[in-house]
């Protein structure tokens, strides 16, 4: 998760189910996330 800048995968998870929640994304019975609904975004979102 280092690549991304997650301490661990359950954070990652907590993200996926915001978003979720959110409605931006779906989740199928496989367990594979689609997108739902696109968002703005303003800045930047690169690290250094």
């Known amino acids: 998760m280092k690549s991304i800048n997650l ?3 359950s954070v990652a998870y907590r993200h996926l189910q915001k978003l979720e929640n959110a409605g ?3 989740k199928n ?4 996330y689609t ?3 696109k968002a703005s975004l303003k ?5 250094s």
Not at 29 to 32: R, T
Not at 43 to 47: F, H, P, Q, T
């Open 7 to 9: 301490s661990s995968p």
């Open 29 to 32: 019975e496989y367990g594979k």
């Open 35 to 37: 997108v739902k609904k």
């Open 24 to 26: 931006y994304l779906a």
């Open 43 to 47: 800045g930047s979102l690169a690290r």
